[in-house]
């Protein structure tokens, strides 16, 4: 519930607003105007009810000037308050796109750890609700906080020149709102939070049960799921029956008070109207009129601003959140100097390479290696033990702690994180697609591929078989995340991906574990193919990727403890001879 | 979001109740205007100041009475709101318990989340608003209206113009903005998809260099976010603005009328301020109805999702008879076709395949093939779209599902563990387990490490099974169908986390079961499924082939591939 808000977040929100701050100008300036205007017609009335004093004696021509003038006020305000408003609205919807952008350039250049460490749920949960909210907020303050000061100072202004005596009324009994409002909102503080735990709990019994729905089912487990459910969803309802019920009081509470305030208002004007009668500056009906329209829309801004205030708190809150992200430290840029790598031969070395993800386990340590070009390389060992750790090193996703690896001979931070990324392709375990038609997926390497080339590649993996069928072809669009496609589809378009640009450097991880083995054995194939004079990394579990590598990297626990090739690791009979039993023996 | 109303029956007391006493609060509300004309015209008008007080305190007093009423109709509508609320609640989680696994692919998890979490608060706080204040506003907008009346007939004629322009303005504007703001909601799903996508697909795009790419893209959709939003919120600004014109516009022609009324005898000041006041009321009301209608047409909006789901027929229904005693076959395929909804082609033909009781069958293809689908028929997950499947000599379709599933232990590909001790998850099998036919499924299932190694079966597991690795995870599910003691056990690709040897153990224990199940075996690991008593090849939704290891050898050429690939060692 309660949402940190760091100091400074005021001013960070005030540089974004900034950018705005002729419109600022303008907003206030009419948001002032328009008060105003508002708070003049009840006078004018006023005005006018006095010139309607009894049978005969109303100064029909004087009431046709007084009406004309608040007809030309009243269409002013319409009007300026309509372009306040949309003044106000592209402010903010400027400034949250604005924030939006920024969060989206930073997300693009964070360092991989921290996207690692922070799921990608909440991240989202920051650049979309969290912004929406703080639009929301930032809204109402600008079309409430303000117009509401604006109106209890101008009406205090009005009603003081009017009759000082009756304005102290409403000045003395407006704000006994404002605390009752303060005090049941504190009373029902508890409740809300308990209301929004257990919300909190069931929304986490929903997820696991709708989740896995399949195996509910399959276990005829529905009644007893059922029966769960309804346990926290009576306590749900006890609880969010007495959260609602008494933060709901607020209301009738605060119009009471207003009520009394317009009582006082009538007794304390009508009183002055008979003590003023005949006198040089006598308080009329029509000013005691005015007054009670002012002391409606004096309380008014009162109760709203307490509710503006609580939502600019929280609004500020979520733009907090936003702005931890938003200023989260990017990885070290790519230095000036640092060379452009073209057409890699595909050396690779690693010297005396130290890494790990946090300071306290070491992971990686004096790891030296030789790769030549066109040779490959594949890290077995069992899940967990490190094996993607080396990849992250390779595209340089993460940056080694000590020591260094260098492409041809180049030290990769002395190279562009583009052109050294250009130089390998990636088939990861996790298939990625984004939505949109095949064709992109495809190309994203290439973008400028011809269809021929496109078709090509596709052969070769083995995709184009399956993309021919699919309703619209290579133009078939794919929804977030592959959509109805299945793993393998899935699997074989991030193949075709790598098969069309071809870089110099390969990295396979798992690529072909949810591949069926018929799939798999035309892929080694392509695969085969590929990888001919080109240097290859692969996170290998077929035997056969093994047994045909140069260099085998036997990891466990995050250390590289064998490498060699196969014979000489089996010879050597240390953990790689256990492992290859263990795993590939045959039954 | 109307079919849902049933529900708020049980409440239907405080339903009445709560709207009712929000209208006696506005009934007083009305009297205001009345009691200060009087203040104006007898009591100024006289100069009586003891009568102002009396009416000052009469004023008081009728506040304090709406109070009363008030906070009384406040208990009402949240009672209401918050039982109507946590009823349908309870009604969709059984409904969505009764959806058949076909409606529970189109649906989608997330989709179901969303309707019971965040659609369910949204419709609870718009049913409470409803019951507070949507009788109420238009209420005071006609009792101004009538009281106009009352005071003089032919001034009040403006209020009914002025009430009917100002209804067709605001529901006017409100349907104008609401396409509009349906808009805004899908440019900014497109905003969450860019940036989601960039997020899980990190790695790729920093690959592939896609980085500035993105980036472009992303600020054209939020380019295009605030371009519908600016415009959403022009036409929804017109609101107020119009409202005031058309009300100030209104007691112009009021005042006018009034003072010739006045002039002429016919109406007293009192009765112009009065009927002033009312205007001013009718004012302040429509502008809550207007706020008021746009959160009860997001509540709305998300009471008819609710519904939407509400209305999806389960395709398999509960009614049926129990399963019988079996006789010779325990399962028999019988030209079985299975076509997904919304899909082309068949995922799978014309299976024939009987299932003697105790025999283990052994199912082998590649991605796709559907094996998973052929055993998902067993327990009548999915319905065939030609032919049958029988179990203990009876169609599925005529069996009750509950019954049927409480023969047949699944262990599903995906290995899901629930909140909760291990032992907690394995009685999902029998509630009434012992702890020596706990322990004994664990043993068969190889897991008995497993407990070891968490500290015994009261080892709290969390959420999805987060503090498991696959392979525990996966033999605590083959526990958790053992414990079934079920006739029909299916493992649908189970062991694929497990290595050889421990498969090979498993496959061990399995045959020497004290009840004797029959077991089908899903794997894409000739090894697991060699020493079937039948094995089936499928190959693109069709069986290529069913014999034994060494039938299928000689003369399933699918299956020779798969086995050469795998065994291929050998031959070096």
Known sequence: ?587 | MFKLLKYIKEYAKETVLGPLFKLCEALLELFVPLVIADIIDKGIGTGDRSYIVKMSLLLVGLGFVGLAFSITAQYFSAKAAVGFTARVRHVLFEHIGRLSYTELDELGTSTMITRMTSDMNQVQSGVNLTLRLLLRSPFVVFGAMIMAFTIDVKTAMIFVYVTLILLVVVFGIMLWSIPLYKKVQQKLDKVMLTTRENLTGVRVIRAFCMEEQETKAFEGYNKELTAAQKFAGSVSALMNPVTYVIINFAIIILIKTGAAEVNTGVLTTGAVVALYNYMSQILVELIKLANLIINITKSIACGNRIQSVLEIEPSISHKGSAVPEGGEYAVEFINASVRYKNAGESALTDVDLRVKKGETIGIIGGTGSAKTTLVNLIPRFYDTCAGEVRVNGVNVKELDPVSLRSIIGTVPQKAVLFKGTIRDNLRWGNENATEEELMAAVESAQAADVIRAKGGLDCEIEQNGRNLSGGQRQRLTIARALVKKPEILILDDSASALDFATDAALRKSLRELDFKPTVFIVSQRTSSIMHADKIVVLDDGEVMGIGTHEELLEGCEVYREIYNSQFKKEAV
């Not at chain 1, 592209?90 to 996207?115: Q, W």
């Not at chain 1, 300071?359 to 790891?367: C, G, M, S, T, V």
């Not at chain 1, 056969?544 to 626990?557: G, H, W």
């Open chain 1, 1 to 587: 519930m309660a949402k940190k808000i760091r100091s400074g977040d005021l001013k960070r929100v005030l540089k974004y607003i900034r950018r705005y701050r002729l419109l600022m100008v303008l907003s206030v300036i009419m948001a002032a105007v328009t008060v105003m205007l508002t708070l003049y017609v009840p006078i004018l009335t006023g005005r006018a009810i006095d010139l309607i004093i009894g049978p005969g004696n109303v100064d029909l021509a004087g009431i046709a000037a007084i009406l004309t003038q608040i007809a030309v006020t009243v269409a002013a305000t319409a009007v300026i308050q309509w372009l306040m408003n949309t003044v106000n609205n592209r402010i903010t919807f400027h400034v949250v796109r604005d924030m939006r952008n920024e969060a989206f350039r930073k997300i693009e250049i964070l360092p991989l750890s921290y996207l690692d460490a922070h799921g990608g749920g909440e991240i989202v949960n920051r650049v979309i609700a969290d912004a929406d909210q703080f639009a929301d907020g930032l809204l109402m303050g600008f079309t409430q906080l303000f117009t509401g000061i604006v109106t209890i100072l101008g009406t205090l202004f009005f009603m003081l020149t009017i009759n000082w005596k009756t304005a102290l009324v409403v000045i003395v009994l407006t704000p006994l709102s404002l605390f009752i409002a303060r005090f049941i909102s504190k009373k029902t503080y508890d409740m809300f939070r308990l209301q929004s735990e257990t919300r909190g709990e069931q929304t986490a019994f929903i997820d696991e049960m709708i989740s896995n729905q399949k195996v509910v089912k399959a276990f005829g487990r529905e009644k007893a799921s059922l029966e769960k459910f309804d346990e926290i969803n009576e306590r749900l309802r006890s609880c969010s029956l007495r959260a609602t019920f008494f933060s709901s009081i607020t209301n009738p509470a605060t119009r009471f008070v207003n009520n009394v305030v317009y009582a006082g208002v009538a007794l304390a004007g009508a009183l002055s109207c008979i003590a003023t009668a005949g006198t040089a500056v006598p308080f009329t009906v029509g000013q005691l009129s005015c007054f009670l329209s002012y002391a409606n829309q004096y309380t008014k801004p009162f109760n709203e601003i307490s509710g503006v205030i609580t939502e600019l708190q929280n609004a500020l809150a979520c733009a907090s959140r936003l702005f931890e992200l938003i200023e989260e430290d990017p990885q070290i840029p790519d230095s000036p100097d640092a060379l452009v790598l073209e057409n890699a031969k595909g050396d690779v070395t690693l010297k005396n390479v130290d890494f790990s993800y946090t300071p306290d386990r070491r992971l990686i340590e004096n790891l030296n290696l030789t790769v030549k070009q066109g040779q490959r390389v594949a890290i077995v060992g069992p899940t967990g033990c490190g094996k993607t750790t080396i990849i992250n090193l390779l595209m340089r996703f993460y940056d080694v702690d000590s020591g260094s690896i260098m492409a041809d001979g180049t030290d990769i931070r002395n190279i562009t994180r583009k052109s050294l990324r250009r130089n390998y392709g990636m088939v990861l375990q996790e298939t990625w697609l984004k939505s949109g038609t095949i064709r992109e997926n495809i190309t994203m390497g290439r973008p400028d591929a011809t269809n021929e080339e496109m078709i090509a590649a596709a052969k070769a993996a083995h995709s184009h078989g399956f993309i021919k069928r699919l309703p619209k072809g290579y133009d078939t669009v794919i929804g977030e995340d592959g959509g109805s496609l299945s793993q393998g589809q899935k699997q074989l378009l991030c193949i075709t991906r790598v098969m069309l640009c071809l870089p110099p450097m390969l990295i396979l991880d798992e690529a072909t574990s949810s591949i069926d083995t018929r799939t798999e054995i035309r892929i080694q194939k392509a695969f085969a193919e590929m990888m001919k004079g080109r240097t290859s990394f692969i996170v290998a579990h077929r035997l056969s990727t093994i047994r045909e590598a140069d260099i085998i990297l036997v990891m466990k626990d995050g250390h590289i403890i064998e490498q060699g090739s196969h014979e000489e690791l089996l010879k050597m009979g240390g953990f790689y001879h256990t492992l290859y039993n263990s795993q590939f023996a045959a039954v």
